[in-house]
């Protein structure tokens, strides 16, 4: 058990080397508020004085101190082993210099303190010590700032949330244990160190309370029901403390003194209980009670540096090597980019996006959604109205009137109707070569990841990809507007889809004979039977040809017919306004069905095939291209000599972050290994 302690402290030394705190390693923590005798309780543990004194808030960085029992000088004299002095430190930021004056440790930590706070303010950044002496005990404290309610001088305003938070950091890892120092001459309820603590261990199973200054209390007064757990109870118990007066330290009275006067007034004042209190009861309680949490915390420890050396292992391996064949580290990062744009194109890359749609899948989603669709939703004569049709027809005849529907009209007005599916294809392109971007982004952030250690090759190889996909992207145009223009140049009215002309005028004329029969059919009827009604009406002849007369009578009242011989006024028929709709004659309205089953018919074959052959059209001249050119186009354009040393300039941060992790996998494997030295039989 006693091993425990001094691996701690081992492992304690590889981390904070780093300056990293990745594991919570066991620990006692002392909290107490400003004046309430902290100080004093640790210089009675190690026995000298080496702390600084003085008014106001003394500890303004978090000290970590490391107590290590060696064997007196005599013992290891003959043993010719190492440091001629019976006691002796060392600080972290100067490990190669040792301390044996304890007056310039306190004169160190006051220039070390000062060297990272300004204005009497506090800073979080740690303050390592390492103390060997043959008469203290193995034990990790960490002494924090004490608990002000009140900035003093230059304090920052904000001086109380600052020194809360920084304590409650420290005693937050549960694998700390807090000793909270309190002076018998407070009310022990209000006390700020129980406080925090109860904060963020509210069971007590970390907590451990030294009540201070019990020659302090009123007189008539004692400290007997705190120091029995009867006013606040505390799991790992309370022990009481008296500690060295102003004068003692005015008169520089020694530890060793103060110490056979502590237990004069315990044995004189609290006869029953001095045997579990004073300083050096203390020491072995924080002892024992360390190396028993040390003990249980040590599995989950062990776990936590098995994980640790597994993620930054893998992290270290994600950074790559540093680069010492030029060459052969362009060809792989570039082949491997090419591979993977290509596989993030056919769908087989291995970081496959799972919010949303890329590469293949979304340009197979361009061309039968997107492309599709829009294509579907364009009507065939839309924007076409029959008088747009009958002008047509009236302009392909001429002077003359037409017998039969000109075939120039429906050309005319097919083309008219074809151009409207240029525009969709041509933002087909656009945005596959959008998609195409994309990837490269793509394959940047994902697939290939030590690309990212070379900024310049990285920017280079986007360069190079960009201006291929801006080289083929004009010819892709240009095809995709042929086959708009292949379909305009030529209009193929004996494509086997195409119904013919005569047909449709055939059927067209059957419908209206139809539907004229039936109307006459429909007339006749009606006509009919208001005969029978008149016949029945009328009794005799003579009746009837009254009725006649009357008829003629008013045949002749009507006047004569305007426009054939009545004296009407002349009209210029060139100022008459042409009407914007008009009821269209039945031949009308039969050329006009005709010329619009034609357009229809003929529009369905021309956006069929443009359906079919845009998509194809954009594969062979873009995206099969690309997949086919890209790594020749990029072994082209960078495998340069010239190029070489300046491409593969690693970034300064890849190069900082491969160091940092590096030295971190080393420190976890140190840490591994000094876990390992430790037997089970030295658990119990």
Partial sequence: METLIPIINRLQEVFLTLGAEIIQLPQIVVVGSQSSGKSSVLESLVGRDFLPRGSGIVTRRPLVLQLVNVPPLEERRKQDNGIKAEEWAIFLHCKNQIFTDFTEIRKEIEEETDRSTNNKGISPEPIYLKIYSPN??????????????????????????????????????PNSLILCVSPANSDLATSDALKLAREVDPDGRRTLLVVSKLDLMDAGTDALEVLLGRVI????????????????????????????????????????????????YLARTLSRLLMHHIRDCLPELKTRVTVLTAQYQSRLNGYGQPVEDHSSTLLQIVTKFATD????IEGTARYIQTTELCGGARICYIFHETFGR??????????????????????????????????????????????????????????????LQRIIQHCSAYSTQELLRFPKLHDSIVEVVTSL??????????????????????????????????????????????????SLSLSLQEQCSSCANNISSQVDAGDTGKRWKNDK???EDRGPVPGFGSPTKAVNLLDTAVPASRKLSAREQRDCEVIQRLINCYFLIVRKSIQD????????????????????????????????????????????????????????????????????????
């Fill in 469 to 518: 996909l801006r080289k083929r992207l004009p010819i892709t145009n240009e095809m995709v507007h042929n086959l708009v223009a292949i379909e305009l140049a030529y209009i193929n009215t004996k494509h086997p889809d195409f119904t013919d002309a005569a047909q449709v005028s055939a059927s067209v004329n059957s419908q209206q004979v139809l539907k004229l029969s039936l």
């Fill in 136 to 173: 203290v005990l193995s034990l990790t404290l960490v002494d924090l700032p004490g608990i002000t309610k009140v900035p003093v001088g230059d304090q920052p305003e904000d001086i109380e949330t600052q020194v809360q938070e920084m304590i409650l950091t420290h005693i937050s890892n």
């Fill in 341 to 344: 744009y290509c596989n993030t």
């Fill in 613 to 684: 052959s845009v998509p194809k059209t954009v594969m062979h001249f873009l995206v099969n291209y690309v997949k086919e050119h890209l790594q020749s186009e990029l072994v082209g354009q960078l495998y340069k000599q010239a190029l070489l040393q300046e491409l593969l300039i690693e970034s300064q941060e890849t190069a900082q972050q491969r160091t940092e992790v590096a030295q971190m996998l080393e420190a976890l494997k140190k840490a591994s290994n000094i876990i390992s030295e430790i037997r089970e039989t030295h658990l119990w």
């Fill in 374 to 435: 829009t294509l579907q939703s364009i009507d065939p004569l839309g924007g076409l109205t029959e008088l747009d049709i009958l002008t047509a027809i009236r302009n392909a005849t001429g002077p003359r009137p037409a017998l039969f529907v000109p075939e120039v009209s429906f050309e005319l007005l097919v083309k008219k109707q074809m151009k409207r599916l240029e525009e969709p294809s041509m933002r087909c392109v656009e945005l596959v070569h959008e998609e």
């Fill in 553 to 555: 009578i008013s045949l």
């Fill in 233 to 280: 109870p505390v799991r790992l118990g309370i022990i009481g403390v008296v500690n060295r007066s102003q004068h003692d330290l005015n008169t520089q009275k020694s530890l060793c003194d103060s110490g056979k006067d502590e237990q004069a007034f315990l044995q004189r004042h609290y006869p029953s209980l001095a045997s579990r209190c004073g300083s050096y």
